[in-house]
């Protein structure tokens, strides 16, 4: 190998690139590694020279990489990752993690995945810190700034090249009600749910959702003038089942979970025509180096594959409606 011009490469100048790269802003890029904006503003004049590119123009809203520092960005992150784990040398301890991970997930996924998840984390890396937040649109767009680690959500349309991805399966969609409620006791249709008030959970990044036919069909089944309650706190919506008339969509694995669903009863959509929604776990390429964020994966993942053979409870049969 001919290392005459990597010598003359002041390494530190990839670094700072990064930081650039990552926060858009010069005065930020200073502030992370701890130099004046002066200084920065010289590193920056230095990385021009060097790419013979101006890397970033400045724009009304803020600093915008050029497509050769775009180009520059798809590798970097991995070279500078390769470059810091030769040196750590190091092997993976969870037990010596001692960070945040933010992950992103609706409460309805989260009441199946968190306890065991949890427990498992508790046992292999107790002083690792999990931020769960359950309302947060752009999750990609989040990932890719680093705002959040994980996301587990609804399928998207359209995933980008970098992002990675892990299928977890679905789940038929169904209306979830009390025991008891009079849409158990006969037959119904489309136009008998405009008799009872809806729970409409939230759910994050509609408008990219795979599923869009199950979400504009879940739309359809809503009535103008019908009562309803918008939430995205699952355990007070099921207490809000178990006691009134309202009914709520939400995925029929739900009923899987014996506390939760105590006195709760999943009804089919009434259609003939058959849906599922599908989920998957998401991580950025920017993690792919990270032996923590890969070990993670694999913890989620065997959670989801442990928590997976019981099938759900078998939807009560429906027949058609006559009026």
Not at 245 to 254: K, V
Request: hydrophobic share 35%; glycine share 4%; with cysteine.
């Amino acid at each position: 190998m001919d290392t005459r011009d990597l010598a003359r490469i002041d390494l530190n100048l990839l670094i700072a690139l990064q930081v650039l790269l990552e926060e858009g802003s010069v005065s930020r890029a200073a502030e992370r590694l701890y130099i004046t904006q002066p200084a920065m503003s010289k590193t920056l004049t230095r990385l021009r020279s060097l790419f013979n590119d101006p890397l970033f123009t400045r724009s009304s809203h803020g600093m915008q990489p050029t497509p050769r520092a775009q180009e520059l960005a798809r590798s970097l992150s991995d070279i500078l990752g390769n470059i810091r784990q030769l040196v750590a040398g190091e092997k993976f301890d969870p037990a010596s993690v001692n960070t945040e991970i933010t992950i992103a997930l609706s409460e309805y996924i989260g009441v199946t995945l968190l306890p065991t998840l949890a427990e498992r984390l508790q046992r292999q890396a107790p002083r690792l810190r999990l931020r769960i937040v359950t309302r947060v649109e752009n999750q990609l767009e989040q990932l890719a700034l680093g705002n959040l680690d994980f996301a587990l959500h609804i399928n998207q349309s359209h995933y980008g090249p970098a992002y990675r991805l892990l299928p977890l399966g679905g789940s038929p969609p169904a209306i979830l009600v009390r025991e008891n409620h009079p849409l158990c006791n006969s037959a119904f249709g489309i136009e008998d749910l405009a008799d009872y008030p809806c729970i409409r959970l939230y759910v994050s990044d509609r408008e990219h959702a795979e599923e869009r036919s199950v979400l504009e069909i879940v739309d359809r089944m809503s009535h103008p003038g019908q009562g309803a309650l918008e939430i995205s706190h699952l355990m007070t919506a099921i207490e809000v089942l178990r006691s009134t008339n309202y009914y709520m969509f939400g995925p029929s694995y739900l009923t899987q979970n014996e506390k939760l669903s105590q006195g709760i009863t999943a009804l089919p959509l009434p259609t003939d025509e058959q849906y599922s929604v599908e989920y998957s776990l998401v991580a950025h390429q920017r993690t792919e180096n990270s032996p923590l964020h890969n070990w993670l994966w694999e913890q989620i993942s065997d959670t989801i594959r442990d928590l997976r053979p019981a099938p759900p409870r078998k939807l009560r049969q429906r027949v058609p409606a006559t009026r």
